[in-house]
Structure formats: C-alpha cells, structure tokens
C-alpha cells in the first residue's frame, strides 16, 4: 500500500524559512512525477510546485516563484519543499501527490493519483 507522509510544517514568522518533506513508502518513486498543493481556509487546493521523474523538469506557482525550491531524492524515496522569504499568504495545509506518469510535470489535481494527509504551514505577519 502506497502511503506519503509529509513532515516539516510549522509556525513560522514572516521572511523566515521552512522545509517541508514528503517520504513515501509501498512503492518506488524514482519513475513518479510528484508535486505540491496548497489549501488555505476557505480556498480550493492550488498547486504549488511539480517536478519530473529526473528532476529536470520543475513547475511553479507564479507567487511563490523565486521562493520555494522543490526537489527529490530518489535514493530516499523522498521529495522536498524548500521555503524562503515566507509570507502570511503562504499559510495553508500543503499536500504532497505522486503520480506514476513522470516525464512531465502535471499541475492539475487530476494528474495525480497518491496524496499524503497534509502538514499545516501557519506564517505570522
């Protein structure tokens, strides 16, 4: 059974910096495109991030461009979410997904099949 678990989430002040991890077990990613979602109260999930199977390809989310940093540790059967410069914008539950197409990268909720339970994000002003 594939399961992701994501990890890292926390209060954090405006202009610092998080990590977020997403490990995932009961499966093999190193062919899987995975990306990262964003629900904040009152909001639908929005994408975040998307990288490929090689982790050449990367997508983002125009806002958080400059900001976040996603990348993948195949070896680990782990993906990360590096957050800079955080803003009170950026408080949301943020899922991981994992979908077995890898070449690309999906930005659609729809292109992915696995989804971790979330890991809340809360930044203060």
């Known amino acids: 059974q594939v399961q992701l678990v994501e990890s890292g989430g926390e209060l954090v002040q405006a202009g610092g910096a998080l990590r977020l991890s997403c490990a995932v077990s009961?499966?093999?990613?190193?062919?899987?495109?995975m990306g990262w979602f964003r629900q904040a109260p009152g909001k639908e999930r929005e994408f975040v991030a998307g990288?490929?199977?090689?982790?050449?390809?990367?997508k983002y989310l125009d806002s958080v461009k400059g900001r976040f940093t996603i990348s993948r540790d195949n070896a680990k059967n782990t993906m990360y979410l590096q957050m800079n410069s955080l803003k009170p914008e950026d408080t949301a539950v943020y899922y991981c997904?994992?979908?077995?197409?890898?070449?690309?990268?999906?930005?659609?909720?729809?292109?992915?099949?696995?989804w971790g339970q979330g890991t809340q994000v809360t930044v203060s002003s």
């Open positions: 990288i490929n199977w090689t982790g050449a390809l990367t």
């Open positions: 997904a994992g979908t077995l197409w890898g070449v690309t990268v999906g930005v659609a909720q729809g292109a992915y099949t696995y």
């Open positions: 009961g499966g093999t990613v190193s062919s899987w495109g």
